[in-house]
């Protein structure tokens, strides 16, 4: 791998976090004004929530899960055994899942649905540069993943695994860690609600 190649691969990375960031900040302001239709106290809003939070430990364990066989190995090789043989992003996957969860601690279907829907956004524009880049570093091993391989939703009948892995515990522990950020969205969204039922912020739209 030349450093011009690894340049490109954490640019790609940098506008990821920055479209994220930028993406959390105009959500999290709509959730400011607006609140779930049924109101903050119905058993619809706080089972939004609950679904919510299964969301969010789903995308944790799934995203530790796949660290366990990507394991920083990106950068180096082909990784197409356990959750790299039925998707080629797997990590991702989850994280459109954790990102439903975040949106749905506002109570709303609707924000949840939003949330999930700029996950899929940013990634869709960023896995396209990065197959580019794997394209370019890997040649026809990649192509020939990429042929037999979905991009987004798994296909389980591809299911291959290995007989033995090789872990590289501090990338799984960063993964645990990057994973837990999604948690902050309860005492986020329950500040906002509290606002909300005090009268500091004006609602001024309400969603189902």
Request: with cysteine.
């Amino acid at each position: 791998m030349t450093t011009t190649q690894l340049f490109d691969l954490q640019a790609v990375q940098k506008v990821r976090k920055v479209g994220a960031l930028a993406a959390l900040i105009a959500l999290t302001g709509l959730t400011l004004v607006s609140q779930s239709a049924t109101g903050l106290e119905s058993h619809m809003h706080e089972g939004v929530e609950a679904i919510g939070l299964a969301a969010i430990v789903f995308a944790i364990v799934g995203r530790a899960w796949c660290s366990l066989y990507i394991g920083g190995r990106k950068k180096a090789e082909v990784v197409s055994r356990g959750p790299y043989s039925i998707t080629r992003n797997p990590l991702y996957v989850f994280s459109f899942f954790g990102a439903f969860g975040v949106g749905a601690q506002s109570g709303s279907l609707t924000i949840a649905v939003l949330f999930m829907l700029a996950s899929y956004g940013i990634f869709f524009l960023t896995v396209k540069r990065e197959e580019a880049w794997l394209g370019a570093t890997f040649g026809s091993q990649y192509a020939v993943y990429q042929a037999r391989t979905p991009r987004f939703w798994p296909r389980l009948s591809l299911w291959r695994d290995e007989a033995e892995l090789s872990v590289r515990p501090s990338f799984f522990l960063t993964t645990i860690r990057d994973g837990l950020v999604f948690l902050l969205a309860i005492p986020l969204f329950e500040t906002i609600d509290l606002a909300q039922a005090e009268g500091w912020l004006k609602v001024l739209a309400r969603l189902p």
